[in-house]
């Protein structure tokens, strides 16, 4: 026994597959915990809650932006060296990240370096003003900085009105200028001691063009390749992860092109939520079989601006169940959003402002009643976005009630990380499809060696799809069901006579060892 664990904490060691055992979790700020009770979450508001996240099983959070902005989730920069003030301030910033990093844990931060805000000092500086140090800084369509490339006019949740340009991603000082910012972060003190700097960055907005006129062509490779390189000579473990929303693409561009370290899964995820195995298969093959070396997709089936999994159109909590399953041990790194293993429900609302997603970000529901402390309604009393939450008090979908409950959805995402972290197959195995008789069952294998360690194990995962009982075989010589060591699932859902056929119930998550 002493010897069999210690082979598996061994091979948990291991540099190059290391990244496949984290567990990310993405915290929108202003929406998580609120410590001083002003109505937004706050730095501090998240460190109070590590507890929280570390005995739930994450080790890696991931950051909404913490810098300046004009804009309620600060996405698009005002000021990329301020921290929002209504967050806190350098201090509450460098507590946060010590103490995050005293637990063995990392984090992230979220960052667009493609848009700004109006309000930023490069566009009213160079805004109609040809002979600003900034006039190159900005993406002028015209020879008299009079056209910006405008994203469309947004009016905000208060009514008022802002716009977003475009940054020149060619232009050589723009490029300095971020990998100063980015180096800063990496390494605030500049001393070569990471404790106080981030471990990764999430980018937004990465594009390889935003546009057809040819000036802006080609950035994946002459921007981002570049300013990741600088980056990591301060660092060499960070970690650079692309957030491509293109369900178009499989993303591996960012990987060759860009260098990116991760990619998020968006094909991955719309072939989820469709519970359609061929499409799911399809999305798993291209993005796990043929990944490149060293690289690691981040799987995620909600973000900041996705509905809500629970307030998709014929959702159920088996579907919900199904969903989390799949983005967990298909590979790579799950990432979950803050509330997402509540249940959480939302949808965009249809004013026509900013304030429409909102919804997708409303207060985690630590507590059953709305009084609780620390819940973040920062949005209290904004006429739609108020009346029409989706939060409800004593409705289920709250930390204090699923945690009571031992079948509640909080717990089944408990027991999801405990196994992708317990096996190493499903931690840092590679991934393969095994064909099967039903077209409303998955089945795959998980496989991991390691010849130092001289460990090798498998790992089958076969999922019910539908809400239906479903009879199934697996169509694979090599599967030996009688070898079996079921370790997640119901345990009376067995396999015919030693055979590779099996009766599933709906939305039945099974998962074997061998």
């Not at 929280?52 to 990329?80: H, R």
């Not at 819940?375 to 939060?391: C, E, I, L, Q």
């Not at 196994?419 to 499903?426: G, I, V």
């Not at 370790?487 to 099974?510: E, M």
Request: net charge neutral; hydrophobic share 35%.
């Amino acid at each position: 026994m002493i010897k069999t664990l210690a082979l598996v904490l061994c091979s948990l060691c291991i540099t190059p597959v290391l990244a496949q055992q984290e567990v990310m979790y993405h915290v929108t700020i202003r929406s998580f915990f609120d410590s001083d009770g002003d109505g937004n979450g706050d730095l501090k508001g998240i460190q109070q809650k590590l507890d929280y996240l570390q005995q739930f099983g994450i080790n890696t959070i991931s950051l909404s932006p913490i810098y300046q902005s004009d804009f309620y989730n600060n996405l698009y920069a005002g000021d990329l060296e301020k921290i929002d003030a209504e967050y806190g301030a350098f201090k509450e910033y460098r507590d946060l990240i010590q103490n995050i990093h005293l637990r063995k844990m990392k984090l992230y931060q979220e960052i667009d370096l493609q848009y700004i805000s109006t309000n930023h000092l490069w566009f009213k500086d160079s805004f109609k003003n040809t002979k600003s140090v900034y006039s190159e800084y900005v993406y002028y369509t015209d020879a008299k900085n009079e056209k910006p490339y405008y994203l469309p006019e947004i009016t905000t949740y208060t009514n008022t009105k802002e716009q977003l340009v475009a940054v020149n991603l060619k232009n050589a000082k723009v490029q300095e200028y971020y990998t100063k910012i980015l180096k800063y972060w990496a390494d605030p003190n500049g001393d070569g001691n990471f404790n106080e700097g981030v471990d990764g960055f999430r980018i937004v907005d990465m594009q390889d063009k935003i546009d057809n006129s040819g000036k802006t062509s080609n950035q994946l490779k002459s921007f981002y390749a570049p300013l990741f390189e600088a980056v990591k000579k301060v660092n060499p473990k960070l970690l650079l992860m692309a957030e491509n929303y293109d369900t178009k693409t499989f993303g591996n561009d960012f990987y060759t092109k860009a260098n990116a370290d991760r990619v998020l899964t968006a094909k991955l995820r719309e072939a989820i939520l469709s519970f359609d195995k061929n499409k799911i298969n399809t999305a798993a093959d291209s993005i796990f079989v043929q990944l490149p070396e060293g690289k690691y997709p981040v799987n995620f089936i909600e973000d900041e601006n996705t509905t809500r999994t629970a307030s998709l159109p014929g959702m159920n909590i088996g579907k919900i169940r199904v969903a989390g399953a799949l983005s967990f041990l298909m590979g790579g790194v799950p990432c979950i959003y803050n509330g997402q293993e509540l249940g959480m429900k939302g949808d965009e609302l249809k004013t026509g402002t900013n304030g429409d997603k909102i919804p997708l970000q409303e207060a985690f529901e630590w507590s059953a009643d709305e009084s609780g402390k620390g819940m973040a309604f920062w949005y209290k009393d904004s006429g739609a976005y108020w009346d029409n939450r989706f939060a409800k008090p004593n409705d289920g979908i709250s930390l204090e009630e699923q945690q009571k409950d031992d079948n509640s959805l909080w717990n089944f995402y408990k027991k999801l990380i405990r196994l992708k972290k317990m096996q190493p197959a499903l931690a840092l195995g590679n991934y393969r499809e095994i064909r099967n008789t039903n077209d409303n069952v998955i089945s795959f294998l998980r496989t991991y060696s390691n010849r130092e360690t001289e460990m090798f194990e498998r790992a089958v995962v076969v999922i019910n799809l539908s809400g239906e009982n479903q009879l199934v075989s697996l169509e694979d010589n090599e599967i030996r069901p009688g070898s079996f060591q079921l370790v997640f699932g119901t345990p009376n859902v067995k396999f015919t006579n030693q055979s590779r056929s099996i009766t599933l119930t709906p939305y039945t998550v099974q998962v074997w060892r061998f």
